[in-house]
T-cell receptor
């Protein structure tokens, strides 16, 4: 599985867009980029995933560079409830794959 | 649907004791996973299962055992508890599908070994 690197922590002002970067320079052609978040003491929560096209859902947008070596998760209008640890994961969609989490980015949304 | 449920929520064990952490999902998911999360760290995969009767080791399987006799249940067994197993344990499941591939997590079991 390709490894990912994320900054350990970031701050964002409430109401502004939060842009969380992720590097995955060894990603393979059949590996997807997934984002999860974990609010304090809770189980991780799925946010979004993509292969090579940009994706958007009700929670966030995912921008993947053309060479697929990095991606950015965008929370368009961050709120205090978005304070959490955000995990970027790359994995294949095969029947015997497993999900490995790294240390993630701790995002603090500041009033 | 209740989703992924875990019991107990909290447990304190003495060194050398044994226990089973229970995990049940009612979404008919074929994949199930056990993770542990130490304070301030990411999740580490202990064991996973791709279907009833099939299990495999993750990153940190030592000291644990699993079984998967039904689609719904995936218990995690600690045979001889050690202080290094103090952690929060999360169970997760997902349905392998090219279009729907989101992993659902349980609320966690907080285990302390003294």
């Amino acid at each position: 599985d390709a490894k990912t690197t994320q900054p350990p922590s970031m701050d964002c002002a409430e109401g502004r867009a939060a842009n969380l970067p992720c590097n995955h320079s060894t990603i393979s052609g059949n590996e997807y980029v997934y984002w999860y978040r974990q609010i304090h003491s809770q189980g991780p929560q799925y946010i979004i995933h993509g292969l090579k096209n940009n994706e958007t859902n009700e929670m966030a947008s995912l921008i993947i560079t053309e060479d697929r070596k990095s991606s950015t998760l965008i929370l368009p209008h961050a709120t205090l409830r978005d304070t959490a640890v955000y995990y970027c994961i790359v994995r294949r969609k095969t029947s015997y794959d497993k999900v490995i989490f790294g240390p993630g980015t701790s995002l603090s949304v500041i009033p | 649907n209740a989703g992924v449920t875990q019991t107990p929520k909290f447990r304190i064990l003495k060194i050398g004791q044994s226990m089973t952490l229970q995990c049940t999902q009612d979404m008919n998911h074929n994949y199930m996973y056990w993770y542990r999360q130490d304070p301030g760290m990411g999740l580490k995969l202990i064991y996973y299962s791709v279907g009833a009767g099939i299990t495999d080791k993750g990153e940190v399987p030592n000291g644990y055992n699993v079984s998967r006799s039904t689609t719904e249940d995936f218990p995690l067994r600690l045979e001889l508890a050690a202080p290094s197993q103090t952690s929060v344990y999360f169970c997760a499941s997902n349905l392998w599908d090219l279009e729907l591939d989101t992993q659902y997590f349980g609320p966690g079991t907080r285990l302390t070994v003294l």
